[in-house]
């Protein structure tokens, strides 16, 4: 079983810059994928990025060259660092920890980018 808890959420001007964090309760390091989501009121919930074991990069087209997923396998912790924010990208952000025949989920945090 893993824990996650997601931080660094908050609101910040259209431009601006955000880092979220998940902590793990356990070692991440042989976790098959760890992943960011975000679902926006009366969306789907959606891939925003996902790192997998082996170093391997993914993000969703909107967020490709904006946002950077990262993990500090000490600090068994996985960041997405946000830049150049967007209103469209108002959400709660969700980290998941992929261990292939079972996920976990975070509690979510708020992201809210508005003038």
């Known amino acids: 079983q893993v824990q996650l808890v997601e931080s660094g959420g908050g609101s910040v001007q259209p431009g601006g810059s955000l880092r979220l964090s998940c902590a793990a309760s356990r070692s991440i390091s042989s976790i098959y994928a760890m992943a960011w989501y975000r679902q926006a009121p009366g969306k789907q919930r959606g891939l925003v990025a996902v790192?997998?074991?082996?170093?391997?990069?993914n993000y969703a087209d909107s967020v490709r060259g904006r946002f950077t997923i990262s993990r500090d396998n000490a600090r068994s912790t996985v960041y997405l660092q946000m830049n150049s924010l967007k209103p469209e990208d108002t959400a709660v952000y969700y980290c998941n920890a992929d261990l292939s025949s079972i996920s976990y989920w975070g509690q979510g945090t708020q992201v809210t980018v508005s003038s």
């Open positions: 790192l997998d074991s082996g170093g391997y990069t």
